[in-house]
């Protein structure tokens, strides 16, 4: 995890984690913000969930396929999980926010790199 990540590897190996990610979800029309330690929200415009959800896998997947080198000279893999949540104009954006938070811990606590929807 990245916690674990920063005890092992120090401060520095999170942030080419993080440079890495934020190069690999660029290669679609998104926009990206870092929303904690390791948490970002991506917002894809005018899009349906199915296709929100086929973008987030791809993007699972070319994250799992990097390789990151540590100071040492290791190689570590990192992962990617996902939470979707659709903002409607009956909900506050911050509901959506914390909706696809949830859908995102479920993502986590079922075995990481996947994608989970609010409501599944």
Same mark, same amino acid.
């Given at each position: 995890?990245?916690?674990?990540?920063?005890?092992?590897?120090?401060?520095?190996?999170?942030?080419?984690?993080?440079?890495?990610?934020?190069?690999?979800?660029?290669?679609?029309?998104?926009?990206?913000?870092?929303?904690?330690?390791?948490?970002?929200?991506?917002?894809?415009?005018? @899009?349906? $969930?199915?296709?929100?959800? &086929?973008?987030?896998?791809? *993007?699972?997947?070319?994250?799992?396929? +990097?390789?990151?080198?540590?100071?040492?000279?290791?190689?570590?893999?990192?992962?990617?999980?996902?939470?979707? @949540?659709? $903002?409607?104009?009956?909900? &506050?954006?911050?509901?959506? *926010?914390?909706?696809?938070?949830?859908? +995102?811990?479920?993502?986590?606590?079922?075995?990481?790199?996947?994608?989970?929807?609010?409501?599944?």
């Amino acid at each position: 995890s990245f916690f674990s990540r920063n005890e092992l590897y120090g401060f520095f190996i999170n942030q080419r984690v993080i440079c890495s990610f934020h190069l690999k979800v660029n290669f679609c029309p998104a926009q990206s913000f870092r929303y904690g330690g390791e948490e970002f929200l991506i917002l894809l415009q005018d @899009s349906s $969930i199915e296709n929100a959800q &086929k973008w987030a896998k791809k *993007v699972c997947k070319k994250i799992s396929e +990097l390789q990151i080198k540590t100071n040492d000279k290791r190689i570590i893999q990192i992962t990617a999980s996902f939470g979707i @949540s659709r $903002i409607t104009t009956d909900i &506050k954006v911050e509901e959506t *926010v914390d909706q696809a938070d949830r859908a +995102l811990y479920r993502a986590k606590e079922s075995g990481r790199n996947c994608v989970k929807e609010w409501g599944d």
